[in-house]
């Protein structure tokens, strides 16, 4: 360490560079498996090792917090990783919490923190270096999916055992739906959807910005490879959130014609749900039990009525207690009394819904302090956006990423494990973009 210290700043400054594009760009390889919590943490650990490189060379300065943006994103996140550490006080698995605590909160944070740093101060050809690992990354889980497709569809079984398929996998359509939800390999289609997210995001606001006909039909082999991957994963709350932040971004694009695209785009979406045999992976309600049926009866009629029947009991605990939780991570649900109980009284494992159960972990300021975060990082995509103009695609994809996101957990609490560390790592790049002197 001490003679990397003596060399000079450009080569520190390189070097840097250079370990920052393996390092992050190893975790987008690393992070997208459903159950591999080695691999999470392995990721982790290489990013708190180069965080501790670039404070140990650099020797930051203590940050001028004259900007807007980065004040909330320190309040926010220190706020909200302290205010996580105190839940281990209150939680009945005091140690357990505070382990939680320390990988799902306080490293992905710091996986924020080094992408942020990375890319405000990386050189243009690392920046499309990294553009084109992150999106080699998908592009591998788009292969293993199809790989494990294509193998039963040939050798005649799958990978895994027929008695462990999701029910109703039992021909080439219904197991292109459920596929994920096979095996532990994949991410599961809960959180799959979230992980399509960002390459969907980043093709739909390339396909707004597409100026030429080569641009316009790159943008659309991508919007279409990725978005019609997202759309087996059959998680509507996700594909709303992509067609709602499309909306938002052909505003402020000032593209209106293609109003037209999302239109025809979503019209065909539904009819090919409503008319088809598809219509069996999208609608899971009874809506008539729901619309006739007394609310005693709703948690008998499906997805979207069992949560509207278990969100106020949750709220109910949440007002009972505004200023303490029951502990950070899930896993306190099953081990506090009341919420067991709770849980038994709603018919639902959890609130569907990412900001009651941040509450119902970690009580109002909680809450508020993560939302203060979100705001510092929704500033950060905005002056992208308007720094760099309607015509640049990847201010245009975060801004997209970040609505989609938060709109499909409005609906869905699926923000841990691999999911939140993707979500952190995704956000903390465009962040980095957005303190760059310079257009990305």
Not at 140 to 151: I, Q, S
Not at 173 to 182: E, K, T
Not at 393 to 402: D, E, P, S, T, V
Request: glycine content about 6%.
């Amino acid at each position: 360490m001490a003679s990397i210290l003596q060399q000079s700043p450009s080569r520190v400054r390189n070097l840097f560079e250079k370990l920052g594009l393996w390092v992050l760009g190893a975790c987008y390889f690393l992070w997208p498996y459903h159950d591999a919590p080695t691999f999470l943490l392995a990721g982790k650990i290489l990013i708190s090792a180069l965080f501790l490189f670039w404070l140990f060379t650099e020797r930051p300065a203590r940050p001028k917090l004259s900007d807007p943006a980065l004040v909330l994103l320190f309040i926010g996140a220190a706020g909200f990783t302290l205010w996580a550490y105190v839940s281990s006080f209150w939680s009945l698995a005091p140690w357990r919490t505070f382990k939680h605590v320390t990988e799902e909160v306080l490293l992905n944070l710091m996986a924020f923190g080094l992408a942020a740093i990375w890319a405000a101060k990386a050189s243009p050809p690392a920046l499309e270096r990294m553009k084109k690992v992150v999106l080699a990354s998908f592009l591998w889980v788009l292969f293993l999916y199809a790989f494990f497709y294509v193998w039963w569809l040939v050798k005649g079984t799958p990978l895994w055992p027929v008695e462990e398929a999701p029910k109703g996998a039992v021909d080439p359509i219904s197991l292109l739906f459920l596929l994920p939800d096979w095996h532990d390999v994949l991410l599961n289609r809960q959180n799959l959807a979230n992980y399509l997210l960002f390459p969907s995001s980043m093709a739909l606001a390339y396909l707004i910005c597409a100026r030429d006909r080569r641009q316009l039909l790159q943008s659309l082999f991508w919007f279409s490879l990725f978005f019609g991957v997202l759309f087996l994963t059959s998680k509507r709350s996700a594909l709303l959130g992509l067609m709602i932040g499309g909306v938002i971004a052909v505003i402020l694009a000032k593209r209106f014609r293609l109003f037209l695209f999302l239109l025809a785009l979503m019209m065909g979406l539904v009819s090919l749900v409503v008319f088809t045999p598809l219509k069996r992976y999208f609608v899971r309600e009874n809506f008539r039990l729901f619309l006739e049926g007394k609310r005693s009866q709703w948690f008998q009629a499906g997805s979207i009525p069992m949560r509207y029947y278990g969100l106020p009991y949750f709220l109910r605990y949440i007002r009972e207690h505004p200023w303490k939780g029951i502990g950070y991570g899930r896993f306190n649900i099953k081990l506090n009394p009341e919420t067991r109980a709770l849980v038994k009284e709603a018919h639902l494992a959890h609130a569907h819904n990412v900001w009651i159960n941040l509450a119902l972990h970690l009580g109002i300021p909680g809450l508020v302090f993560f939302l203060i975060f979100l705001a510092g990082e929704f500033l950060c995509f905005w002056r992208l956006f308007k720094r760099a103009g309607p015509g640049h695609w990847l201010a245009l994809g975060f801004l997209i990423y970040f609505i989609a996101f938060w709109v499909r957990h409005q609906f869905d609490d699926s923000f841990r494990y691999a999911t939140s560390a993707l979500y952190f790592l995704n956000t903390g790049l465009g962040v980095g973009l957005s303190f760059r002197k310079t257009e990305p």
